[in-house]
């Protein structure tokens, strides 16, 4: 058995950590993303590389393993209310706990609205007020009492930026995106040292903090009515979240080994399949166990009607025969392309020292996909365009410069066909096979490929 910190061979690289006897300069995390072709700078920067790192190492670690001398895999679901004996997974877990107990000291305004609750900001207030005492005890104290304070004031911006816009009173996204990065900061910071790295510590933090994470997310949606934040509307994946498509597929793809790169096709032994997504009672049954039927459960807690009505584009991946890894695949792509590569989604997020907004020398110049040519631009003679300097570097084989769009076909094959309306707005979707870009608004999505997804 590997001891605590140890980390096993890994078939793609794991977030590194900082060095704590020469720490960066910690400084609050900043805007950098101000117009669209900031983005294509943005596909460039270490953030990015980093983002991108910790997420397929993260999803490498929920997908079931091979167990020698064993006939079945060993498999990773959900467990509710399972207790860890590890330090500082407990230490979060007490953290979010605490976060969402603020709710009762904010219950929702009972007057007429329209849109999301107006105590949204008061609950806001109340997490900003006591976020740095939350951050200074315990072992999160101990982890973030680096450089005078500001190693916490740089993390908690992102812890701060995960529960949603308490202008806007709406959540998206990129505030998911924003606690991945604040437990990516944690990671980087060595905080996670006290489980064994390589699999069993990444599983932990998933399935014992993030969703966690995203359970307190729902309640606040609930309890607020917090609007989709940059929603594409019915043709959006989810109206909130992604994370839990991407690590909840992986839970479900065939058994690897530990040194197994993370499975293209093929599903464990006794998963429901992708098309059970639209069937409400095995979704019910699912939910408790697993991350993407969890995150399905919770669309049908807040939506009515028929399921290829109200969320489309997952009833189109439902249509996939190629096992949950493909979907996990796409799922990863699909990411890149459209929380990543968006500039209503990735516009608010904040650089400073861990999550660097400087150039990764090993990244090649994004190219001009369908994504980075439909990016808002500001007016004015004051705001040229920004454009990602030109690189030389000889680029290592996982960091090829491999954005350009798919030919037909790449990523999630989108076909699955409704049982609804043979006319009106929905009518027009292609038929299994077709690849010519037009019908069903999923199979209009161009995915870029990331430097870090080629290996997922």
Known sequence: MASAGATPPSPFPTLHLIDLASPPAFAKPSKQI?????????????AYRDIGTFIL????????????????????????????STPSIRALQTLLADIESLVRQAP?????????????????????????????????????????????EEVASYLLGSFGSAQRLDYGTGHELSFIAFVGCLWKLGFF???????????????????????VVRKLILTYTLEPAGSHGVWGLDDHSFIPYIFGSAQLTRPIADADPTPLEGSVKGAPKPSDVAKPAVVEAQRATNMYFSAVGFINDVKSGPFWEHSPILF????????????????????????????????????????????????????QSVHMANQPLMTGAGHPPVLPPPTTSTAAPWTQATRMPPPPGAGIPYSRVPTGPSTGS????PPQGDTSGSGSAAAQITVTKAPWAKNA
């Open 57 to 84: 190492q993260l999803n490498h670690a929920l997908c079931p393993r091979h167990q020698p001398g064993e006939p079945l895999p060993r498999r990773f679901p959900l467990i509710p209310g399972s207790p860890t």
């Open 316 to 367: 189109d991946v439902s249509g996939i025969r190629d096992g949950w890894g493909k979907i996990n695949k796409g799922m990863i792509k699909m990411f890149n392309a459209e929380v990543l590569s968006k500039f209503p989604v990735v516009q608010h997020f904040p650089f400073g020292s861990l999550f660097s907004w400087d150039e990764d020398p090993d990244a090649s110049m994004p190219a």
């Open 426 to 429: 929905l009518a027009s979707r």
């Open 34 to 46: 101000n117009e669209g072709p900031d983005v294509a700078r943005f596909l460039t920067s270490l």
């Open 108 to 152: 929702p305004d009972p007057g007429p609205r329209r849109f999301g609750n107006v105590s949204f900001r008061k609950w806001f207030a109340l997490v900003e007020g006591r976020l740095d005492g939350m951050l200074s005890s315990g072992l999160l104290g101990t982890t973030l009492d680096i450089g005078g304070g500001a190693a916490r």
């Open 193 to 215: 040292k006290d489980g064994t790295q390589g699999g069993d510590i990444e599983r932990e933090i998933v399935l014992n903090v993030i969703e966690p994470y995203l359970q």
